[in-house]
């Protein structure tokens, strides 16, 4: 066999390798291509609806991520951050299994998650973990095939990216929607979290919620919309 014979089979050999990679590369849900279009189809596969269109509008699935970490940061608690979660929370939940919140800053009050949809008694509510015991009731329930919806407060805000990544991989395992809620001092740091928001309360208008995209799966960052709260 020539040399020139030689290269040329080669180069035909990594040419059929390279389609190959490419072709199984491009079958991941992680993968966005950007003449992808987002159907109907492809949405309810990966996602389920915020229950605000104009959230729904700026998310590349439109809906939250199924199966991951969503990580939401405020720049104050109690502007609105759990009236945003519940309609999705509550349609989840129509389809079978509990609701866990893992150390809350607050007493939930009943009459709001009643009205949203949400069967209280099948909420369940764990307290005053020591931080590593946080991590691990965190894993455990979030990797739960029973659980259909997870919020999380960590009992402090530098949790290291080794340990988000622990929890975006125990969301692949168990419940299909996945919150953590963080100080928006936060930010700046890298996570593996799939999506990741940052919350600001208009002062002007205290029931209006301004929102920014600063990580999503698929699509673009920086995307902004506001909510207004009835």
Partial sequence: ???????????????????????????????????????KQTAQQHAISTGYSKLDDILHYSGWPLNALTEILTTQQHIGEIALVLPSIAEKMKSGGVLYLIEPPFNPYAPAWINAG?????MFIIKSCQEQD???ASEQVMGNKGVACCLFWPPKDHLSNKRLKRLQLASKQGSSLNFIFRQSS?????????LRLILTSNVSLEIEMEIEV?????????????????
């Fill in 118 to 122: 949400i069967d209280i008694t099948q």
């Fill in 134 to 136: 946080w991590l691990w």
């Fill in 186 to 194: 936060v930010a700046n740091q890298s996570s593996p979290a799939s």
């Fill in 1 to 39: 066999m020539s040399f020139l014979s030689s290269v040329q089979n080669l180069s035909q050999t990594n040419s059929v390798d390279l389609r190959i990679d490419l072709e199984s590369v491009l079958k991941r849900s992680d993968i966005w291509q950007g003449s992808q279009h987002n159907t």
């Fill in 214 to 230: 600063l990580k999503q799966p698929g699509g673009w960052n920086g995307q902004r919309t506001s909510i207004h709260f009835s």
